[in-house]
């Protein structure tokens, strides 16, 4: 008999989108989250069902892991010490004996973040998986930590002309899903670099997102001590801007300009465009921009 997909953070920019590819497919899925009213919100059709889920609360694992056999996994934003909370929930599903395959959204140049750590985890559970690295989302502009900025129409980042080949967490769900129902274990124990089409700068993205607003987005070329500092003051936890300081100094050593095939090969469609990324999200037909 099949097992349902547990999606963790299923409530997520990456997580809903896994969700919505894996009910394309006609699976069972249960979204693990914390927070139950924001399920409801986005309406998921009748074959997935919420789950209250915390890491930080061995009570809610029973009920999220009954039934299951494959689970998506992430870790929380930004954390810089991910296996405080993640080690146990991976010797859970190591010691359940019935998880056939986890894949687990980790990040482009793991090697040099505290999300490796979750990558040996795994790989030490002797459980099959499949580590999806994605670089920066383009749903950063609309969900994540540049929304608030862009919205007084301007981005600021310590990167210069640096590139990056930023990825939509559209075809990360649909890489994920693709994994999660892959059945020969091709995939298994594999690790998949994941990128947009093509690099792009932070200046060549305010081009393209005053084209299609019809207002001036001006990009800030600040200091890294400068960035962190702007961080801090609006709450963010030092550990958390440290991660994201490291992530910037990958863009600026280069690491994160190389288009890698792994959208084409587990879904056999080209990944979006930042061009269309950015026309379907803030162009005036579109949802409310800047």
């Given at each position: 008999m099949?097992g349902?997909?547990?999606?963790?953070?299923g409530?997520?920019?990456?997580g809903r989108?896994?969700?919505?590819?894996?009910?394309?497919?006609?699976?069972?899925?249960?979204?693990?989250?914390?927070?139950?009213k924001?399920?409801?919100?986005m309406k998921?059709?009748?074959n997935t069902?919420?789950?209250?889920?915390?890491?930080n609360?061995?009570d809610?694992?029973?009920?999220?892991?009954?039934?299951?056999?494959?689970?998506?996994l992430?870790a929380?934003?930004l954390?810089?010490?991910?296996?405080?909370?993640?080690?146990?929930?991976i010797?859970e599903l190591?010691?359940s004996?019935?998880i056939?395959?986890?894949?687990?959204?980790?990040v482009?140049?793991a090697?040099?973040?505290?999300?490796?750590?979750?990558?040996?985890?795994?790989?030490?559970?002797?459980i099959?998986?499949?580590?999806l690295?994605?670089?920066?989302?383009m749903?950063?502009?609309?969900?994540?930590?540049?929304?608030?900025?862009?919205?007084?129409?301007?981005?600021?980042?310590?990167?210069g002309?640096?590139?990056?080949?930023w990825?939509?967490?559209?075809?990360?769900?649909?890489c994920a899903a693709?994994?999660?129902?892959?059945?020969?274990?091709?995939?298994?124990?594999q690790?998949?670099n994941?990128?947009?089409?093509?690099?792009?700068?932070?200046?060549?993205?305010c081009?393209?997102?005053?084209?299609?607003?019809?207002?001036?987005?001006?990009y800030?070329?600040?200091?890294?001590?400068?960035?962190?500092?702007?961080?801090?003051?609006k709450?963010?936890?030092?550990?958390?801007?440290?991660?994201?300081?490291?992530?910037?100094q990958?863009?600026?050593d280069d690491?994160?300009?190389?288009?890698?095939?792994?959208?084409?090969?587990?879904?056999?469609?080209?990944?979006?465009s930042?061009?269309?990324?950015?026309?379907?999200?803030?162009?005036?037909s579109?949802r409310?921009?800047i």
């Open positions: 099949v349902k997909i547990l999606v963790i953070g409530t997520g920019s990456c989108n896994v969700v919505k590819q894996l009910e394309k497919k006609g699976q069972s899925v249960l979204v693990a989250a914390r927070d139950e924001k399920f409801k919100e998921f059709g009748k069902t919420f789950v209250k889920f915390d890491f609360s061995k809610t694992w029973k009920c999220a892991l009954d039934g299951v056999d494959r689970v998506f992430m929380l934003p954390d810089d010490t991910p296996e405080k909370s993640m080690e146990p929930f010797n190591k010691q004996k019935k056939k395959k986890i894949v687990f959204l980790s482009l140049n090697e040099r973040f505290p999300i490796i750590k979750i990558e040996t985890l795994i790989k030490d559970s002797g099959p998986y499949s580590f690295r994605p670089p920066f989302f749903e950063n502009l609309t969900d994540g930590f540049m929304k608030d900025e862009l919205k007084q129409g301007s981005l600021s980042a310590p990167v002309d640096h590139a990056t080949a990825i939509s967490t559209q075809d990360i769900g649909d693709s994994l999660l129902l892959e059945e020969s274990g091709k995939y298994d124990n690790v998949i994941i990128t947009g089409p093509a690099p792009i700068t932070y200046p060549q993205i081009q393209l997102l005053s084209k299609y607003t019809g207002k001036n987005v001006k800030n070329d600040v200091k890294p001590a400068d960035f962190n500092k702007a961080c801090l003051s709450g963010m936890p030092q550990g958390s801007v440290q991660y994201l300081a490291d992530l910037f990958a863009v600026v690491k994160t300009n190389t288009v890698h095939m792994g959208v084409q090969q587990l879904t056999g469609h080209q990944p979006k930042f061009e269309c990324f950015i026309q379907e999200s803030f162009a005036s579109a409310p921009g």
